[in-house]
């Protein structure tokens, strides 16, 4: 399997998965007479979908089904959707190591974006993997350009933070909390994660790859290997009785909400947005703790300052908290 694969543009799978993603059964005779194959092509096209992560339903006399049915990315439709008046160049894969490392591995990484249905290689922050079953969240990353080195940019993860926000609730999902610097929660469950990585001149003019995963329909058996509280968009839609949100439509919302903050950011900094983060800061007022390797440090949560540092209330006073690597946890 190459580390990008475009399998879903190729037709004949599309196809099926098109027709299987009714959640219904089908036999093979009627898959075959769709894509004009033998029942035995049929079976391979079958087998490639199930080495993509698709759980498939076989059962004799009835044909296949894919449980639940399937809500598939689709290009045109997320493109159809998006505002910019910027040139972007979209890339939709069916599986990918890592919708980052796609774009880090880009020339010029600056105004694409990439989806995958599934990442084999999604990256976490510190280190962590981003469990990634085939077309059950969203796995997205974009690349922008930032003049000012990475000092410009440290509060950059924490406004990608109120883009998420932001997208979430203009789908009708109101309540998401932030948690600093850059976990989108539900409940006290993480919703959504951010991954900047950044090259390029550290002090100068540097390239960002800015990677969102949404859990939308995340499937039990798959989430087992998650080691955080989680919660997805099915399950809050449930809770709240309003409709599911389509995958499309999300990454549209998303793709304009980020391009909106990213377009601003090198003139404005995170100070435009501090407010705004701070009003859905799920930590605000309690008492928490930091960590950073071997050291650990305790206060109550205050809040951001204009640059994104976290402010805490420590027995020294109010103390200053920079830097991707430090782990925030509440104390009860
Ligand atoms: C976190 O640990 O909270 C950050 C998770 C970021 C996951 C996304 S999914 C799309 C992009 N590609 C990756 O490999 N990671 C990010």
């Excluded at 490639?48 to 439709?77: F, M, N, P, T, W």
């Excluded at 890592?98 to 020339?107: A, F, G, W």
């Excluded at 922050?125 to 469990?131: A, C, F, I």
């Excluded at 883009?163 to 959504?192: H, I, M, Q």
Aim: negative net charge; proline residues 2%; charged residues 20%.
């Amino acid at each position: 399997m190459t580390a990008e694969n475009n399998l879903l543009d190729s037709g004949s799978l599309r196809q099926i998965l098109d027709l299987l993603s009714d959640g219904q059964f089908h036999s093979g005779e009627e898959i075959g007479a769709l894509l004009g194959v033998s029942r035995a092509a049929v079976w391979k096209s079958l087998q490639k979908l199930e080495l993509l992560g698709v759980a498939l339903l076989s059962i004799k006399g009835r044909g296949y089904c894919i449980e639940g049915g399937l809500d598939l990315l689709d290009s045109k439709k997320i493109s159809s959707q998006m505002k910019s008046n910027l040139p972007l160049d979209l890339h939709v894969f069916a599986q990918i190591d890592s919708t980052n490392s796609y774009l880090m591995r880009q020339k010029d990484p600056v105004g694409q974006v990439c989806f995958a249905e599934s990442q084999t290689a999604g990256r976490g922050r510190r280190g962590r993997v981003w469990v990634s079953p085939f077309a059950q969240n969203l796995y997205c990353s974009i690349g922008w350009g930032f003049e000012g080195g990475v000092a410009a940019i440290e509060g950059l993860s924490l406004a990608v933070g109120v883009a998420v926000a932001r997208t979430l609730a203009f789908c009708g999902v109101e309540g998401s909390e932030l948690k600093w610097p850059n976990d989108v929660l539900y409940g006290d469950k993480k919703l959504a994660g951010i991954l900047i990585e950044v090259t390029g001149d550290p002090a100068g003019y540097c390239q960002v790859i800015i990677g969102i995963g949404i859990n939308v329909a995340m499937s039990v058996d798959r989430a087992a290997a998650i080691d955080q509280p989680w919660i997805d968009l099915h399950a809050i839609c449930d809770e709240k009785q309003i409709p599911q949100v389509s995958r499309n439509h999300l990454a549209s919302v998303l793709i304009n909400e980020l391009v909106r903050i990213l377009d601003d950011y090198d003139r404005k900094g995170f100070a435009a947005y501090s407010a705004e983060w701070q009003a859905l800061n799920a930590h605000v007022g309690q008492q928490i703790e930091l960590r950073n390797g071997n050291a650990i440090c305790s206060g109550e949560c205050v809040g951001v300052s204009d640059d994104g540092a976290l402010l805490v209330k420590t027995a020294l006073g109010e103390e200053r908290f920079h830097g991707g690597e430090i782990s925030l946890r509440r104390v009860s």
